[in-house]
Structure formats: structure tokens, C-alpha cells
């Protein structure tokens, strides 16, 4: 099975990476090595970065309902602190693998410096699926990972927040074990709780409302109005239904959304507030549905703007030249491969890379963070003021550097998300 796509097992039975997986860790440290290349950045500073400086893997046993116990494998990864603390989600997924844990400290870290904030990326995984456990399974498991952890996390550590199936009551279970061990409250230990423990407005929607910026700053620079222009969605989870909900608000048609089961399609466009009633806690909606199209045809789409809210590399070698979008947001991390953003770049299609456009999440998670420290909670419209801010910032210094540069949109995001992180390095007298 070396080389599939699906996670197979090796003889001794333990699970092997599929391609996919290493690939994205692949493409991710060729695109720091070229950004650091064109900082003036030496080989030794793409040594420090390509890789995580922490790498932790745990076992962690779970008595399941019907008595048996179980060993889950679970993974946090801490890319680079010369910033600050590391930050960054915690994935439940049967796929989740170390390489993916990887690559995805390293995009939180990028994330980090491309919307500057003071932290250094981080992330976790447990190869798990949570569909098929049930509430109880989930807490002790979310518990034993906690416990597992407990010595390389804190709120001046490591600070853990949401991921793919994962949510606010995993969070809380999560900060409630390690207050516990700690022996005092500590709301600060983790982002993505309920708002009576101190979560902050707009988190859930955080992610959603950075692409939605996203959007509207890359519709300027194509002289488009987002009012009327046709937009195609793949995933319907958290990222994509509030999305599809933000965009269905502005007066956009939502042409397109799918889940993993499939996708549906109206050239007059969707009701959103219909699906968003009937779809399941999962993002799934479109089994309840006989007309459904599948999802390589739902991003090949007659559309103005794609967003890839789903999982990786879904936009390949083999299907960019019939995207028809002639902006593509990533709200979804590393949907597009290097090889399809530079035929979509050639042809003058204006990416949004991931690094950029999902980075509302983890910015109202620092957010949090900062309130959790000073005991002080805002107000949503506070919130949302000030990640407006940021992500317009944030938008602008990219689509600069691209313009001055002469390089395509993630280039010129990895050449912003580095460079904060290599100069601290440096100052630090790592390198
Ligand atoms: P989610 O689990 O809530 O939803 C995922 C959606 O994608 C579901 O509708 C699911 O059915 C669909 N999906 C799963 N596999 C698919 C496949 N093979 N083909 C098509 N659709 C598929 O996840 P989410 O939180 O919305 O995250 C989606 C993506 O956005 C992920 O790549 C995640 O890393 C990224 N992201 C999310 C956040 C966040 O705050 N939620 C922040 C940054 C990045």
C-alpha cells in the first residue's frame, strides 16, 4: 500500500502516512525554503524551520462504555516559540497522522506571522474517529489527552484550541482537567470555550468571517461585486456553513456547497438558511437530497469565487485548468497543491492562500487568550472590530509583497508569515 492515498496498514499493522499527508509537508518546506530564499535568509534558518522543535506522541488508554479499554494515539507538535507561546488547534480525525501534525504546526506558525500575532504555531491530533464514539468516550478520551500533555502545554506554553471534529464542549472539558491539575482556574490554558468560561464573541464564527473579509479585499482588486457574484463552497462544516451564511447575508448566490457525501448545485443559488436548518452537527447535509453532484464537479463549477472549505489538496495538476473561479479563498488548509497554484497564478486566477484567509480563527483565539490574562471580556462588536482590522492589514501586506515581488499570492504570504519568526530566531542567538 505504499503510496496510496488511503490510510493503509503495513504488515505489523501500525497505520501508514498516505502520500497525500507527506506531500503537504513536502510542498510546505519548499514554499519556507523559497520564502526564505527571497528574505536573503540562509540554509540554516531553513533548517530550524522545517521541521517542528517539539515533536510529542502519546498513548492514551480510555475505558470505552462496554467495559473494554481502548489505546488511542494521539500527537501535539510545536513548530517554532522564538515568537511567543505556540498556538494552535486540536484535530479528532481516524486520518490524523504525524506528518500531518507537522505540517500543520508549521502553517500555524506562518498563520501567526502573517497576522502578527505573538505566538508561534502549534497542533494536535488524536487518531480517533468521534462519530462513532459516544459523549462520554469523548470527554475521557479529550481528558486522558490532556493528562497526557500536560507537561509541554499552558497558557505561557502551548495553548490549545478547536480543530476538524473537534468543539467548545471538548474545550471546556479539556481546560476543566487541566485546571485540575494545576489546581487553579485557568481559562487561558485553552481557546474555543463556551462563553461562561470564558470564551470570546465571534470565536465560532471567527474563521468564517476572516474569509469572508478575504473575499471582499479580493473582489476590490478583480473590480467585482460580491453583491450578485456567484460562489461555490466544498464542505459544509464549521467553516464552510457560516461562511455560505455570511455570503448568502451580502446578497452573494450561493451556487454551490457539498459535504463528504456529495454536492448541491443551483445556478440560481441556494437557500442557505434552508440547508444551514437541515444539515447535521458534522457538515453533512447533502444526503437528503437525490440531485446531487459529486464533489470534483462542484469545484469545476461556472462560478466568480471558490472556496475550498474541506480538507487538502482537492485542487491538483489534474483539475486546475478547468477551474473556472476567477478567485479561489482557501478557508480549507492546503486545498490547492504548489504545482496547481502556479497554473491558477499563470492564468491570472487571484488566489487567497490558506495562511492568509483562514487565519480569523486562531486571531480570535488570541483574542480570548488576551482576555482570559487580563479578566476583561469585550463586546462582539469589539471583536469584530478589531479582527477586521487585522485581517484587512494582514490582506494588504500580503497582496503588497506579491505586487513589489513579482510572486504569486502564497509565496508572498510565507515571505510575511516567516520573517517575524526568523528575525526572533536570530535576535534569540538560535541561528
Ligand atoms: P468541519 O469538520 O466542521 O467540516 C468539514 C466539512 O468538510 C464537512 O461538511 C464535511 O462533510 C466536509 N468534508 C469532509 N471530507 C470531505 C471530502 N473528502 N470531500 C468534500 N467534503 C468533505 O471542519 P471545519 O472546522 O469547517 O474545517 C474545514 C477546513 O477548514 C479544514 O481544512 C480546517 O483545517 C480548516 N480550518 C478550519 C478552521 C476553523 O476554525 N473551523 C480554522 C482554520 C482552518
Not at 487568550?369 to 482590522?389: D, H, I, P, S
Request: hydrophobic share 40%.
Amino acid at each position: 500500500m505504499a503510496g496510496s492515498d488511503k490510510m493503509g496498514k503495513t504488515e505489523n499493522g501500525i497505520k501508514e502516512e498516505p502520500k497525500s499527508k507527506q506531500n503537504v509537508l513536502q510542498s510546505t518546506q519548499t514554499v519556507i525554503h523559497q520564502a526564505l530564499g527571497k528574505l536573503g535568509y540562509s540554509d540554516e534558518m531553513f533548517e530550524l524551520m522545517k521541521e517542528p522543535l517539539r515533536m510529542m506522541t502519546v498513548r492514551i488508554p480510555v475505558r470505552m462504555d462496554d467495559g473494554s479499554n481502548k489505546i488511542f494515539t494521539g500527537y501535539r507538535a510545536q513548530h517554532n516559540d522564538a515568537v511567543g507561546p505556540t498556538k494552535g488547534g486540536v484535530r479528532f480525525h481516524p486520518n490524523v497522522s504525524e506528518t500531518e501534525v507537522k505540517a500543520l504546526s508549521i502553517w500555524m506558525s506562518l498563520k501567526a506571522g502573517i497576522v502578527d500575532l505573538p505566538y508561534g504555531g502549534g497542533k494536535g491530533g488524536i487518531v480517533c474517529d468521534p462519530r462513532e464514539m459516544s459523549f462520554p468516550e469523548v470527554e475521557r478520551l479529550s481528558r486522558g489527552y490532556v493528562r497526557a500533555i500536560s507537561q509541554i502545554v499552558g497558557p505561557t506554553k502551548d495553548i490549545p484550541a478547536p480543530d476538524v471534529f473537534t468543539n467548545s464542549q471538548i474545550m471546556a472539558w479539556m481546560m476543566d482537567e487541566y485546571s485540575r491539575m494545576r489546581e487553579f482556574d485557568s481559562p487561558g490554558f485553552i481557546t474555543g470555550k463556551p462563553l461562561v468560561l470564558g470564551g470570546s464573541h465571534g470565536r465560532e464564527s471567527a474563521t468564517a468571517k476572516g474569509v469572508t473579509i478575504c473575499i471582499r479585499e479580493a473582489a476590490k482588486k478583480k473590480g467585482l461585486n460580491v453583491e450578485g457574484a456567484r460562489i461555490v463552497i466544498q464542505g459544509f462544516g464549521n467553516a464552510g456553513s457560516f461562511l455560505a451564511k455570511f455570503m448568502f447575508d451580502a446578497g452573494a448566490k450561493v451556487v454551490g456547497i457539498s459535504d463528504v457525501y456529495g454536492g448541491l448545485y443551483d445556478p440560481e443559488g441556494l437557500d442557505i438558511d434552508y440547508l444551514l436548518d437541515r444539515r447535521d452537527s458534522f457538515g453533512t447535509v447533502s444526503k437528503l437530497f437525490k440531485d446531487t453532484i459529486s464533489n470534483d464537479e462542484l469545484l469545476e463549477l461556472d462560478c466568480d469565487i471558490l472556496v475550498p472549505a474541506a480538507i487538502e489538496n482537492q485542487i491538483t495538476e489534474s483539475n486546475a485548468d478547468r477551474i473556472k473561479a476567477g478567485i479561489i479563498v482557501e478557508a480549507a488548509n492546503g486545498p490547492t497543491t504548489i504545482e496547481a497554484t502556479k497554473m491558477l497564478s499563470d492564468r491570472g486566477v487571484l488566489l487567497v492562500p490558506d495562511v492568509l484567509a483562514s487565519a480569523g480563527g486562531v486571531t480570535v483565539s488570541y483574542f480570548e487568550w488576551v482576555q482570559n490574562n487580563q479578566g476583561f471580556y469585550w463586546e462582539e462588536e469589539e471583536v469584530a472590530k478589531k479582527l477586521e482590522k487585522v485581517i484587512v492589514t494582514a490582506f494588504d501586506n500580503v497582496y503588497r509583497v506579491a505586487s513589489v515581488r513579482n510572486v504569486d499570492m502564497r509565496l508572498a504570504a510565507y515571505m510575511v508569515g516567516v520573517r517575524k519568526m526568523a528575525e526572533a530566531s536570530r535576535f534569540r542567538g538560535w541561528i
